[in-house]
């Protein structure tokens, strides 16, 4: 399995790209342009899995993918308008440039500046770095929706994840999602998005996610992996 994610990585990162942001497999049937020997998606096939700042999806709960309400934003308080920096690292920039990650925070007023070694610094009120989580959460869990409610990726059979997404558990048809290789951009995503926004919270270099495959049949965990560090490419 592992060397089908460092394959698919190979894709995935020529293809996409990750801002500080938004993640988004955009385009499959480019990936598959670009891998003569991998199968050109039809209609019939499974469509793409995409997390964007402007997605309108309703956030699923963790643990059972049914219709919610979305999360109201935050409103100010005395206590927020103090001001706060996180650093973002750099290994959460891959293929960006400065003007998408600068744009994608404009809406919140939040100053962004990208580093000499190529960390990005936020600048912003506490009340700002609350929204921006606030709307990263929903478009996380609206991503998680989506993957179930398109019907497209039977191998997944629930995802599992705590608050702050340190830990996401994919529980699977084993067998077909070692075969499926949509199964693993999907993964893909996740697993760079889940750590990505504890970094938003500002734990930095600190920002890891254990992401745990689990046997439906048996309730093994049969891979684990540490994103973003094993969702890198190189």
Do not use: H, W
């Amino acid at each position: 399995m592992k060397k089908l994610i460092s394959m698919a990585l190979c894709i995935f990162m020529v293809t996409s790209t990750l801002t500080a942001c938004s993640l988004e497999i955009n385009g499959l049937k480019e990936a598959q342009a670009e891998t003569p020997s991998a199968p050109t998606p039809t209609k019939s096939e499974k469509p793409v899995v995409a997390i964007t700042a402007s997605s309108q999806d309703t956030p699923a709960p963790t643990e059972n993918p049914a219709d919610t309400q979305p999360p109201a934003l935050p409103s100010p308080s005395a206590s927020t308008d103090e001001m706060v920096e996180i650093i973002v690292p750099t290994i959460f920039y891959i293929n960006s440039d400065f003007e998408t990650v600068e744009a994608a925070t404009a809406e919140y007023g939040i100053e962004v500046l990208r580093n000499a070694n190529g960390d990005y610094t936020y600048k912003m009120t506490k009340f700002q770095q609350e929204q921006f989580i606030s709307r990263q959460k929903e478009e996380f869990d609206g991503a998680v929706k989506q993957i179930f409610d398109s019907g497209a990726y039977p191998e997944i059979k629930d995802i599992r994840y705590n608050d702050d997404y340190s830990v996401v558990e994919f529980v699977c048809d084993r067998a077909a999602a070692e075969e499926s290789q949509y199964f693993i951009l999907v993964l893909l995503v996740i697993g760079r998005s889940a750590p990505l926004y504890q970094a938003y919270q500002g734990k930095g270099e600190d920002a890891r996610s254990e992401i745990k495959l689990i046997d439906e049949a048996t309730g093994e965990v049969y891979e684990t992996y540490t994103a973003p560090d094993e969702f890198l490419f190189e």
